[in-house]
């Protein structure tokens, strides 16, 4: 069975694994239809997320270097090098909440950057607190004015700013869903 590792100098660790997993593979450490351990297992082994082995075991799929079996686990394919043109590659995986990764940046720098220019900015740390549930008033109104160009005149207090869709969706359901009546257990 494959002993899992992380390339030296990888941009990021799950492109580490996919790397160390090809590499295995290329030299014949691990051969053909060998079946990988589980994700859980090489996250314990490696001390990293599940979630970076679950991306990482997505790219290798999508570089054809693994197939998945539902119930059976992850294998080495056949023939991991040759182009299988049934099996038209992912145009875009869904299957992990994680925004794309641009190359060439280093958001180990960009993110204290940007921090710095927030609270330097003229809201200071304003802007890090916690914010009203229903939004800023500030925003309220610029979204109040942007909707209303399409929707017609509206007012503020009739919009709200959430910060998210489940946000969103847990105060549509507690407005429009009765709340149930619970009576005390008796005594």
């Not at 053909?32 to 990293?48: C, F, N, T, Y």
């Not at 997505?58 to 119930?71: F, I, K, P, S, T």
């Not at 939004?135 to 979204?143: L, N, S, V």
Request: net charge positive; charged share 20%.
């Amino acid at each position: 069975m494959w002993t899992p590792w992380i390339t030296d100098g990888a941009r990021l660790k799950y492109l580490g694994i996919v790397e160390a997993l090809e590499a295995d593979i290329r030299a014949a450490r691990i051969g053909p239809g060998e079946r990988l351990p589980p994700q859980r297992s090489i996250a314990e082994q490696l001390g990293v997320d599940l979630t970076t082995v679950t991306r990482a075991f997505n790219e290798a799929r999508r570089r054809r270097l693994v197939a998945a079996q539902a119930g059976r686990g992850t294998f080495v394919r056949d023939d991991p090098a040759e182009f299988f043109p049934d099996e038209p590659a992912p145009v875009l995986d869904l299957s992990m909440n994680i925004p794309p990764q641009p190359e060439g940046i280093d958001f180990r720098k960009l993110i204290p950057q940007g921090l710095a220019a927030i609270l330097n900015g003229p809201r200071g740390g304003v802007s890090l607190q916690y914010q009203e549930s229903s939004g800023g008033m500030a925003d309220r109104i610029a979204a109040t004015q942007w909707l209303s160009r399409c929707h017609g005149a509206l007012t503020h207090d009739r919009v709200l700013v959430t910060a998210g869709a489940q946000s969103a969706l847990f105060a549509l359901t507690d407005l429009l869903v009765p709340r149930a009546r619970i009576s005390p257990p008796a005594r």
